[in-house]
């Protein structure tokens, strides 16, 4: 359930407390915006393009500052000292082309690293055993980790991005968009693997899609979103052809929403 009284629940793995935020002067697009999720979960941001999504995962990564309210990561307020408790999976990879695939896992943990390391790429050996690990459990060979990033295709570049995610060992990973780019199949194999990584991990995924049979799919809670503010809350089987109206703003009887939902 959504709390609305500005305290960070001691259960929740993140809380969003009243959060407001705009760009440059213009209009609300997160408005008085607050938000649960437990430890463990899979949720769903589901909306529709414009509807605030990216942004609230923008402001909960720490990428961009909210106008006013407070967020928490397992009760302690968000923090660039704490940023490596969250994974982020991008809608556009976020991988650099001319570094390997290795190379970005890696960079999953610079954060916490000299900025010399960094920038001559001279990683630990223990980071550079575990990025190899990793890669390994997203279904990546070896010959691929010293494949430049930009020789992959893109559900390749997915599982590197999962896989970077996961360096920082996060308790929150956040997936904007990460099937936006891909063929179904791909779409599929990268869902599987973005919630059967954080299950072995008992790390909380608050997901953003627009895709309403993945979210079904996926999602053990679905939030809609439509406009900054939340309009639906619930379980996947409660998401009725009503909520994907509000959520999409369709009209009443259109096919789409006859055909996804059941």
């Not at 935020?21 to 949720?43: M, Q, T, W």
């Not at 106008?67 to 307020?77: K, M, Q, R, S, Y």
Request: with cysteine.
């Amino acid at each position: 359930m959504t709390d609305q009284s500005g305290t960070a629940p001691s259960m929740s793995a993140l809380s969003v407390s009243h959060i407001f935020k705009s760009y440059e002067g213009g209009p609300d697009i997160l408005r008085d915006f607050s938000l649960n999720v437990a430890p463990g979960s899979f949720c769903v941001v589901l909306g529709a393009s414009g509807s605030g999504k990216s942004t609230l995962l923008k402001c909960i990564a720490g990428l961009t500052p909210v106008n006013a309210g407070d967020i928490f990561l397992h009760g302690a307020p968000l923090a660039r000292k704490r940023l490596q408790a969250v994974g982020m999976v991008h809608q556009d990879y976020g991988l650099s082309d001319r570094l390997t695939t290795a190379q970005n896992v890696m960079s999953g943990v610079a954060a916490r690293l000299s900025w010399w390391r960094v920038a001559l790429q001279i990683y630990p050996k223990a980071i550079q055993s575990k990025a190899c690990a990793l890669l390994d459990q997203v279904g990546l060979t070896e010959d691929h980790a010293n494949r430049q990033a930009g020789q992959l295709s893109g559900g390749q570049k997915q599982r590197v991005g999962i896989a970077r995610a996961l360096m920082s060992d996060p308790g929150l990973i956040l997936a904007d968009e990460p099937v936006a780019s891909l063929d179904p199949k791909s779409s599929t194999e990268t869902m599987e693997l973005l919630k059967r990584a954080a299950k072995e991990r008992g790390a909380a995924v608050l997901c953003s899609l627009h895709q309403i049979d993945l979210a079904k799919s996926y999602a053990d809670r679905i939030i809609g979103l439509n406009d900054g503010q939340i309009v639906f809350d619930g379980p996947p089987d409660a998401l009725s052809r009503d909520a994907v109206q509000s959520i999409f703003n369709i009209a009443s009887g259109a096919s789409v929403v006859r055909r996804e939902v059941a």
